[in-house]
Each structure stands twice: as C-alpha cells, then as structure tokens.
Nanobody, 118 residues
Framework: QVQLAESGGGLVQPGGSLRLSCVTHEDIFRRFTMGWGRQVPGQPREMVAR???????HYADSVKGRFTISRDYAQNTVNLDMKDLKPDDTAVYFC????????????WGRGTQVTVSS
C-alpha cells in the first residue's frame, strides 16, 4: 500500500487562499509524477494539477493562473497552493502518484475537504 498523507483542507471564503500538502515516501516522491485530483459527490474525479519528476507542472484549464503545484525535496512533499478560490472549487481533494503496485493504475490518498463558502 502506498502511503500518501494529505493535509491543509478547510473552509475558506471566496477569493481566499489555501495550501494543500501531500507527503510520501522519498523513493516514490523522487521517481514518479505526482498530482492532485478533486471530486464532488455524484461527479467523476477531476484532475487538477500534476508535476513531473523534473518539476514540470500541468494544470486543468479550470485552475490555471490560480493554482500552483510544487515539490519540496527536503520534505518529500507536493504542495498545491490555491488562490482566488471560488465556490466551484469546493470538493474533496486527493493526492496521487503514478506509482502503484497494480500495473497501469495510480495510488491515491484518502482526501482532504476544501469548502469555499461565505
């Protein structure tokens, strides 16, 4: 089982900011792409951002210019900095890695709730 520990979710007002963090084993952190997805009940999971082993980021169109994904090599942590949050950003956010014991699949964390509301 791949351990991905997310933190940083919470309640924030529209226009506010939050940082999500995901820490994992150093070997996984350094050798595999990592990212974040989010899911609203009754909807499919949406990919939000990912970062390659060379720290090249990619973003969903819905978050470009507002979210920033980064790697902290000292802490084996992937951070997702979110600003100008909107009510539509409300979801459970899941960290993932492209490593999995099952070929062709990803490993996901348990998720952290982000609620954007006044």
């Amino acid at each position: 089982q791949v351990q991905l520990a997310e933190s940083g979710g919470g309640l924030v007002q529209p226009g506010g900011s939050l940082r999500l963090s995901c820490v994992t084993h150093e070997d996984i952190f350094r050798r595999f792409t990592m990212g974040w997805g989010r899911q609203v009940p009754g909807q499919p999971r949406e990919m939000v951002a990912r970062i390659s082993i060379n720290s090249e980021p990619h973003y969903a169109d819905s978050v470009k210019g507002r979210f920033t994904i980064s790697r902290d090599y000292a802490q084996n942590t992937v951070n997702l900095d979110m600003k100008d949050l909107k009510p539509d950003d409300t979801a459970v956010y899941f960290c993932y890695t492209d490593y999995s014991p099952l070929p062709g699949s990803r490993s996901w964390g348990r998720g952290t709730q982000v609620t954007v509301s006044s």
